[in-house]
């Protein structure tokens, strides 16, 4: 598909933001413009969506460009600079359009729309959590919360000579040969035991922040405050409590059973922390390709098939140049999808190197990009700003109905067999992990004068009321009791973590109505995305013909789903 960014009917074509007077003007125009009559109303808010899209993309560019190279200082000025002294000064111009928005009259009219009720009420809640006093706090946040990506992205170990990144060290994890495991697991142990106090340090100084925001809006605990920040009108704490109990008693239990018939094949007593990744059997980890570009047109091949129009989506970002996939070293850990809402077309970075969980990276993102693409031709950049249990829905999805295709990368069906099994598995081994960095996130905050020494202990006692208690960690403690450090969205991204959960959930149920109608479950799925943030979320679920639950009930039934399926993997 041909794309080009849409012609400015406010901002100048050719607009460089290298200060803040560059666009300062924008914003005066906007709050002293006179509004009318209801298409004053509607003029100003599409230019005020405009301006919005401009911005945020400017910012995308500026973060996309430091995370592939970090070691690049003038990339990480660039960030910092945009953080530090364009988004302040945005903070009380954009409260003092929210304010004139809410007093306008015609918000009534509009929001009989319920696209314009969603936004409107997002608005509404941005101006109760306002505060002047932390425009400065969020600013030096959103700097100092980047370090997590530089000091991941630093870290690395050496091996038979050569330089490896942490991303390509843990595909090692996955070789037959225990002692390369052993030595590999120690390597990487080692090499994060030297910037442990770092990350607490880090971490230390983003709590303290975090809490005096949420003091300043007149809130206990950060927690309490970042639920009404994040948007959540649809659950609540004690949902997310359910959840972790759910998980706690249901899918636990599972995940003891499918690890102990995993050791039994592994002929030990009990796993050491080398042997979480290795197949039990002895054979070689799965490698679907090699590089990048294999990567990538295998994919955009299985996305044809389950619909062409996934794989053009794919396709015109390859030929934008939105696409950069392979690790390398100074490349920030981790993968993402950011949307750029002016062009409309997403950045799609990972770090691939060659694994299956890589494949899985891809899809995943793709279906963070589709999302994109269906949505992208709606009326306001606000319509477009996902809650996260939305958008991980669409990537979740992918996941699981891209699992009938991936005999594009597998040729032989046991290997294929294997992947889908290896899949499932992981479905299931993951919530736990969820509810655990959730559960620890609600306890960090609420205890917020909690020592280094208490946040270790909670995080040790978390991990066993999550675990099966059937790894041996002894002479290996501090790996297990500092794991936390190596999650990115406890760092940058607070309390985004449960969505993943309540997403998976949707996500199975799209997979299990694909089993009975594939072609009537992948058009719902699309209308779903089409929606973006213009109903609510269990309004978009249902759309998807799936159910916004995440009790107790609902999660037992999928998980039974999913045992059932594995079991006729294994016959």
Not at 141 to 168: N, P, R, V, Y
Not at 463 to 487: I, M, N, P
Not at 501 to 516: D, P, R, T, Y
Request: hydrophobic letters at 35%; proline letters at 3%.
């Amino acid at each position: 598909m041909k794309i080009s960014k849409p012609i400015r009917q406010f901002v100048d074509q050719n607009l460089v933001v290298d200060s803040w007077k560059s666009i300062e003007k924008y914003f005066t125009d906007l709050i002293n413009r006179k509004i009318e009559t209801k298409e004053d109303f509607l003029t100003w808010l599409k230019d005020q969506s405009e301006l919005e899209a401009i911005l945020e993309e400017d910012a995308a560019w500026r973060y996309i460009k430091m995370t592939i190279d970090t070691k690049d200082e003038d990339l990480s000025n660039s960030y910092t600079f945009f953080v530090t002294q364009i988004q302040p000064q945005i903070a009380p111009f954009e409260d003092q359009l929210n304010r004139k928005l809410n007093e306008i009259g015609y918000t009534e009219e509009l929001a009989s729309d319920p696209a314009f009720e969603i936004l409107f009420r997002r608005i509404k809640k941005s101006l109760e959590l306002y505060r002047e006093e932390n425009i400065e706090i969020q600013s030096k946040l959103a700097e100092e919360s980047q370090k997590f990506g530089s000091l991941s992205a630093a870290q690395s170990i050496e091996h038979d000579g050569d330089k490896l990144t942490m991303q390509q060290a843990s595909l090692l994890l996955k070789e037959t040969d225990e002692s390369l495991r052993k030595e590999i697991f120690e390597n990487i142990t080692d090499r994060r035991k030297e910037d442990v106090d770092k990350f607490d340090e880090l971490f230390d100084s983003l709590l303290a922040k975090r809490h005096q925001i949420s003091k300043n809006a007149g809130f206990e605990n950060f927690r309490d405050y970042k639920m009404q920040a994040m948007g959540r009108f649809d659950y609540n704490v004690t949902d997310c409590e359910d959840f972790h109990q759910s998980v706690k008693s249901v899918i636990v239990p599972i995940v003891k059973k499918m690890q102990q018939r995993r050791l039994d094949k592994l002929g030990k007593p009990l796993f050491k922390p080398w042997d979480l990744d290795v197949d039990p059997e002895g054979k070689a980890p799965l490698k679907p390709f090699q590089k990048g570009k294999e990567l990538f047109e295998g994919t955009v091949n299985m996305f044809n098939r389950i619909d062409p129009y996934f794989g053009d989506c794919l396709t015109t970002m390859s030929e934008m140049k939105h696409l950069d996939l392979e690790s390398q070293d100074g490349k920030s850990p981790g993968g993402y999808n950011y949307p750029l809402y002016e062009i409309g077309v997403p950045f799609i970075f990972m770090n691939a190197v060659g694994s299956h969980r890589d494949l899985v990276t891809m899809v995943h993102e793709g279906g963070h990009a589709v999302h994109s693409f269906l949505s992208r031709d709606l009326e306001l950049t606000g319509f477009k700003n996902l809650p996260s249990e939305v958008a991980e829905l669409a990537s979740m999805s992918m996941e699981l109905l891209s699992m009938d295709e991936w005999g594009e990368f597998y040729k032989d069906p046991k290997d294929l067999n294997r992947a889908i099994e290896e899949q499932l598995e992981t479905v299931i081994k993951l919530l736990p992990w969820i509810a655990q960095v959730d559960e620890f996130q609600h306890w960090l905050y609420v205890n917020h004068t909690h020592t280094t020494a208490e946040r270790t202990d909670k995080w040790v006692s978390l991990s066993k009321a999550y675990g099966t208690g059937l790894t041996d960690w002894s002479g290996y403690e501090d790996a297990q009791s500092t794991s936390w450090q190596r999650q990115l969205h406890i760092f940058e991204v607070p309390f985004y973590y449960i969505e993943y959960g309540i997403a998976q959930l949707g996500a199975l149920g799209i997979w299990k109505n694909s089993l009975e109608d594939k072609s009537k479950a992948i058009e719902d799925y699309k209308n779903a995305l089409r929606l973006a943030y213009t109903r609510s979320i269990p309004e978009i679920y249902e759309t998807a013909n799936i159910k916004f639950d995440f009790t107790e009930k609902h999660i037992k039934q999928l998980a039974e789903f999913i045992e059932n399926k594995l079991a006729e993997l294994k016959s």
